[in-house]
């Protein structure tokens, strides 16, 4: 596997400067709630490293790069192919930086549209991505920020609701993977 710090010089040319910020704060915070709840640090300090690897693609890119991988792409991602950062995320940690962990790969392409049953790992990166200290969009962010600390179902559960919201403000298409997801965990599981 490629050193941390290789990753993050190869990150630092690929990603625009928010972007990699944005990634320093997931890898940051992922670390930090995985020594809260007695995840293992380095895969949460991967997956956090890796979740948006293959955020600069752009659309067309990101369709032609599933093609290229074999990886299905459903009606919805290719209304929305900005969805596609995750799976094709996970590919490239793979491909690129040689991680063969399979927790690793499921945070990195779960990061988006959340999944039911989702792993320690996979909970701990989707709730870094949206509540590092670099974002500052979300009304909820305080809330999500100290709930992180004390109970990470309910911070889930929390971040899903708004997401929802959100999507449905937007009037945007809501992933069939985001809806699963939000109804697995509203039912306080
Ligand atoms: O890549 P990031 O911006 O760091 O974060 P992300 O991978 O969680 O992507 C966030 C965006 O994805 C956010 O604007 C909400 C959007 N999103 C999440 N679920 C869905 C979705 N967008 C659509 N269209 N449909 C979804 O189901
Ligand atoms: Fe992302
Ligand atoms: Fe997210
Ligand atoms: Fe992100």
Redesign the pocket.
């Known amino acids: 596997m490629m050193s941390i710090q290789k990753i993050k010089e190869d990150l630092k040319k690929k990603l625009s400067s928010k972007r990699y910020e944005?990634t320093m704060g997931v890898e940051y915070t992922s670390t930090c709630l995985a020594m809260r709840y007695g995840a293992d640090i380095e895969k949460a300090r991967l997956a956090g490293l890796l979740h948006?690897c293959a955020?600069y693609l752009s659309s067309e890119e990101k369709l032609s790069e599933c093609e290229r991988y074999g990886i299905p792409v459903s009606a919805y991602e290719r209304k929305?192919p900005?969805?596609l950062?995750?799976k094709l995320g996970a590919c490239f940690a793979n491909e690129l930086y040689g991680v063969t962990d399979p927790e690793i790969l499921s945070a990195i392409i779960w990061?988006?549209?959340g999944c039911p049953e989702m792993s320690l790992l996979d909970k701990i990166v989707f709730i870094a991505?949206y509540m590092e200290a670099n974002r500052n969009q979300a009304e909820d962010l305080p809330e999500v920020r100290a709930l992180a600390f004390k109970d990470l179902d309910a911070c889930l559960r929390l971040i899903l609701e708004d997401?929802i919201a959100?999507?449905a403000k937007k009037k945007?298409?809501?992933?069939p993977m985001?809806q699963k997801t939000f109804d697995y965990y509203k039912e306080n599981k």
């Not at 945007?172 to 992933?175: E, G, I, P």
């Open positions: 944005h948006d955020k929305n900005e969805l950062h995750a990061h988006t549209t991505d997401t959100y999507l945007s298409v809501t992933d985001t």
